[in-house]
């Protein structure tokens, strides 16, 4: 005799779509070994989606992992994170409590001369790096036009195939925005309409105000101090 | 008892998985520089100790660092494998379906091949008789780029085999789907994509194993039936002069 359980408390309620009613819901029949093995293809399927810098949905959690377990949902993913973090060094972080979407993040205080990501990696990381500058100097949001007048000075311009980086329009209008490392928003009552860039939430996790005003300062030779305003924001900005 | 997981044990395993694959030397200077980086006690001979840690944690959720042996130069090189995997799903999210159907059909090919590769030609030829999507030469050939640059692959002379990271990832699937055809070293015992036969009783060798194995001998000899060795032993002298 099966029956179906509500699950309660994880708003889950709109999830359960048309389950088939003889699946069992009761958390206590779960046994150790079989919640250690969700635990276990959870983990692996966050490194596999993180890999390539794509948000994860809880939706999608969901439905590939955690399936019939959606009881004890909450349980997994507290033990997936911390597998995470003991095993790998990493952190799974909500960066939508609205629509549920996760990343990883680096716990691992970052090394001088790291090389963490693959060649292709470090050079768009670069790329990004510097156009997160631009954007805190600026005052936490830049227009698209003036991004691409800077980038212009990098002899990075938005219609052409770049060497190193191809299609540069599509890598910071639609990579680097998908891997929310960029936030883009439609300035209102512009015509033709405008956007405007600002950090990402990964940006935001990833990096401070901090390392990026140090990076600016080393790269100008001078004391972060010298740009007063940005100086006392980064420095009251908490990790 | 197993050792606890230190930051650097932490910061070392996660350039292993970006690297796709280590070389061997390459793994000794970043387990110094993960050491170093995170204030952790450095001894350069425990390489191995430092990984055994990792792995016992790595258990549970059936992972590996494991060390495979490059067929190409006898070099180790260390991946992190997945040993739940059942089939190429390490790869199943970063290429299409029919992408994957393309590797799955070249693997087929280089497994089967004489000599472990299999010819550009003859894989542009499988690309549009693909069963999900039928696939361009132009566009198959792309894609093999990306394979090899992605190191599933390798490429000599416009052939391909299997590339170090492919075999040391994929060994246990390859072993239990290509059972019959799938050949072992007869010297290490592991799998032998690229690999020298014996003519008269057919076992294989690595050609890193051959080396070894027939170093200073003037009259190589197969071991397992003792007819003469008739391949080229890279390295060996043959005919008695010392090299």
Partial sequence: MSQRKRSKGLG?????????????????????????????????????????????????????????????????????????????????????????????????????????????????????????????MKGNSVKDSALWEFLHLLRVYPGKQHSVFGDVRKLVAEEFVRQKYLETTAIPLTDPPEFKYQWGPRAEKETSKKDVLNFVAKMQGKDPKFWASQYSEANKATT | MAAQMTDAHRRFLQALMSNGITEGSEAKKLHQHCCETDKVYYAHDKLDDFISTINSHLQPLFMQIRKGISEDDGRAHYAVVNLAETEVTKMASDYTESELELFRKTMDLIILSENGFASSTDILNLADQLKTKKMKKKEAEQVLKVFVEDKWLSEKNGEYTLHTRCIIEMEQYILSNYQDVARKCNICHSLAIQSQGCESCGIGMHLPCVRKYFRGQTEPRCPECNEFWSCDTPGVSRMGSQT
């Fill in chain 1, 12 to 136: 889950c309620s709109q999830l359960l779509d048309g389950e088939d009613d003889s699946i069992p819901t009761q958390v206590e029949r779960r046994s150790q070994e079989q919640l250690n093995q969700k635990v276990s293809e959870l983990v692996q399927f966050l490194l596999v989606k993180d890999q390539k810098k794509i948000p994860i949905k809880r939706a999608d959690i969901l439905k590939n992992i955690i399936r019939e377990y959606r009881d004890a949902y909450s349980e997994i993913i507290r033990r997936a994170d911390r597998t995470l973090q003991e095993v790998f060094g990493l952190q799974l972080v909500e960066i939508d409590a609205k629509r549920h979407i996760y990343i990883l993040i680096n716990n691992l205080p970052c090394a001088e001369g790291e090389q963490l990501c693959r060649d292709k990696e470090k050079e768009k990381m670069g790329l990004l790096l510097v156009i997160l500058s631009f954007i805190f």
